[in-house]
């Protein structure tokens, strides 16, 4: 099986490669957070999601975005215009939805000249793309798919390879029992031009579930690469608050305060606190706590292992654990919220 290769820069024959970030989708995992703001353009570590997929891809020199829109796309066309990237974006507007497969499809003028990436933009990566090109390119594939070592705890579908790194099946979550054979995709795929003559026009269409099992049945060549750098999927509630611990983590002992706190706030890292924010006295937060800019916490609260959004304001005498309170949200004086998804008008159980 091919591993990740330690070169830098994911270029092909002297050219950057471009990118399809797959942007459309409806985010009903993450209700009721993503009634009004589309997933990619929710706050991860007080940034819009797709911030972070989009630092990525210019860390490893793509240099032309295509963005697919759907659900609340003012949202992501937003959340992308607040910062001035390196790259050319073009959006990609779906009045109706058209899926994995359908919505590179409908962008297709901008990808037929060569090698070029597909990834999710409710993920975050750290994966050097330029192992998995190379792969790509080596062994002649229509289709590679950057796959990760999986563990019985891994809530996704399986990709079974050949020992050469070729995609034999691919496995829906529906399948899953005791067996850990197989590979976890990561939502990175590595396309040459061909493969959109087997996605058809102006409908939905899946790649993983419709493309590849043709792809696979007709013998072309659908490759596996296997990269053990960081990749998480912030798909619902419980991977959300996951990823900003994986990534606190990373951190370890940082401490992050955009805003001043008083002395008498026990403050424990890792801890990222936004900017204009007020805390109370003998507040705690943390460990393991993101506060979005200009929130307002009151005094004696107790903030741990959870994420606030911009605006939100938290009551005298509050506790907030393993919890989400979404933006412009007032949670009252003496509220214990454990587990939870608040918003303005619903809050929700985190199964």
């Known amino acids: 099986?091919?591993?990740?290769?330690?070169?830098?820069?994911?270029?092909?024959?002297?050219?950057?490669?471009?990118?399809?970030?797959?942007?459309?989708?409806?985010?009903?995992?993450?209700?009721?957070?993503?009634?009004?703001?589309?997933?990619?353009?929710?706050?991860?570590?007080?940034?819009?999601?797709?911030?972070?997929?989009?630092?990525?891809?210019?860390k490893n020199d793509v240099d032309h975005v295509v963005i697919n829109l759907h659900h609340r796309p003012e949202s992501v066309i937003a959340a992308v215009r607040e910062h001035l990237w390196p790259v050319e974006i073009d959006f990609s507007h779906e009045p109706q939805i058209l899926g994995t497969a359908g919505g590179v499809k409908k962008a297709e003028k901008h990808f037929?000249?060569?090698?070029?990436?597909?990834?999710?933009?409710?993920?975050?990566?750290?994966?050097?793309?330029?192992?998995?090109?190379?792969?790509?390119?080596?062994?002649?594939?229509?289709?590679?798919?950057?796959?990760?070592?999986?563990?019985?705890?891994?809530?996704?579908?399986?990709?079974?390879?050949?020992?050469g790194g070729r995609v034999k099946e691919i496995r829906g979550r529906e399948t899953l029992g005791e067996e850990t054979e197989g590979y976890i995709f990561t939502g990175i795929h590595v396309f040459e031009p061909e493969v959109f003559h087997y996605i058809p026009p102006g409908r939905f269409y899946e790649i993983n579930q419709m493309v590849y099992p043709r792809l696979i049945r007709e013998g072309r060549v659908v490759?596996?690469?296997?990269?053990?750098?960081?990749?998480?999927?912030?798909?619902?509630h419980k991977a959300y608050l996951q990823a900003h611990r994986d990534v606190l983590r990373r951190r370890r002992n940082s401490l992050v305060r955009e805003s001043p706190v008083p002395s008498e706030t026990k403050v424990s890292s890792p801890v990222l606190i936004g900017r204009e924010c007020h805390v109370g006295r003998g507040a705690r937060i943390g460990p393991m706590a993101v506060v979005g800019h200009r929130?307002?916490?009151?005094?004696?609260?107790?903030?741990?292992?959870?994420?606030?959004?911009?605006?939100?304001?938290?009551?005298?005498?509050s506790r907030v654990s393993g919890s989400i309170v979404g933006h412009q949200t007032s949670i009252a004086p003496g509220t214990h919220l454990e587990r939870m998804v608040a918003c303005r008008e619903d809050r929700r159980s985190i199964e």
């Open 223 to 236: 490759q596996g690469f296997v990269s053990d750098d960081f990749w998480a999927e912030v798909g619902n």
């Open 295 to 317: 929130c307002t916490i009151g005094r004696g609260t107790v903030i741990e292992d959870s994420v606030l959004w911009d605006d939100a304001t938290v009551g005298a005498g």
């Open 1 to 58: 099986m091919q591993r990740r290769h330690p070169v830098v820069l994911a270029t092909v024959e002297g050219a950057h490669v471009k990118a399809m970030v797959l942007a459309a989708g409806l985010g009903t995992r993450l209700l009721p957070l993503t009634k009004d703001t589309a997933k990619p353009a929710v706050p991860f570590a007080n940034r819009p999601l797709i911030h972070h997929c989009l630092e990525w891809l210019c």
């Open 112 to 163: 037929t000249d060569g090698t070029f990436i597909m990834v999710n933009s409710d993920s975050l990566y750290e994966v050097d793309l330029t192992g998995p090109v190379a792969h790509h390119k080596e062994k002649g594939a229509v289709a590679t798919m950057v796959l990760r070592e999986a563990s019985a705890k891994d809530p996704y579908g399986r990709v079974i390879v050949d020992e």
